[in-house]
């Protein structure tokens, strides 16, 4: 199987923040917003604990906002390969 690469200037498959400043802009803005409104939800820390319960890390682990979406990702996958995931999630 061919696997075809190119170099991160050529790539097209993202958007390259680094040579568009307006675009760089945009999305720091929009992550600050999106940041904002996940830690108002009143059900955020409920999902923070139950996720360090069922998981056993601690604060550290779930730090960053987005991180839920981390762990969301990783047991989508996990369970798309037939892969166990923690009993509870």
Known sequence: VTAVTSSHLDEI???DSNGCPHLGAFLK???QLANT???RD???GWLQDELKR???VDDAALARPWAITDVH???TSMRAHGKAVPEGV
């Open 37 to 39: 409104s996940m830690l």
């Open 73 to 75: 990702d990783a047991f």
């Open 13 to 15: 498959l993202f958007a």
């Open 29 to 31: 803005l929009s992550r």
């Open 42 to 44: 009143p059900e955020f």
């Open 54 to 56: 069922t998981l056993g």
